[in-house]
C-alpha cells in the first residue's frame, strides 16, 4: 500500500490550505483515514480522523478550522485547513488504516507565516 499525499506549502495566517492524500496498492477496504501533524521536536499529534461512515474526530486545535471528508471509491481522504495559525506549522502526514495496520503517506509541509 502506498500513501501519495499533496498540497502543502507556504500560507500567510488566516488563509487556507487543502491536502489530498491517495491510498493504491492491493487495497481491499480502507477503515479509518486521517491526518496527523508534528513539529521538530515534539510528538506526532493526531489532527483528525474520518471512519468509513464518515464519522469524523478533530483535535480540539483545529475544531472549527479544518475539515476532512474521503473519497471511498477513489481511496483519497482530504484535509481543508481554513483560518490558518502559525501554531498549525508542521509536517502533515496522512494514513489509512486496512485490516488493523496502519500506513502511512510520506509527509507534507505545511508553513504558515505570521
Known amino acids: 500500500v502506498q500513501l501519495q499525499a499533496s498540497g502543502g506549502g507556504l500560507v500567510q495566517a488566516g488563509g487556507s490550505l487543502s491536502l489530498s492524500c491517495v491510498a493504491s496498492?492491493?487495497?481491499?477496504?480502507?477503515?479509518?483515514m486521517g491526518w496527523y501533524r508534528q513539529v521538530p521536536g515534539k510528538q506526532r499529534e493526531l489532527v483528525a480522523v474520518?471512519?468509513?461512515?464518515?464519522?469524523?474526530n478533530y483535535a480540539d486545535s483545529v475544531k472549527g478550522r479544518f475539515t476532512t471528508s474521503r473519497d471511498n471509491v477513489k481511496n483519497t481522504v482530504y484535509l481543508q485547513m481554513n483560518s490558518l495559525k502559525f501554531e498549525d506549522t508542521a509536517v502533515y502526514y496522512c494514513?489509512?488504516?486496512?485490516?488493523?495496520?496502519?500506513?502511512w503517506g510520506q509527509g507534507t509541509l505545511v508553513t504558515v507565516s505570521s
Open positions: 496498492g492491493s487495497i481491499f477496504r480502507i477503515g479509518n
Open positions: 474520518i471512519t468509513r461512515g464518515a464519522v469524523t
Open positions: 494514513y489509512v488504516n486496512i485490516g488493523g495496520s496502519d500506513y
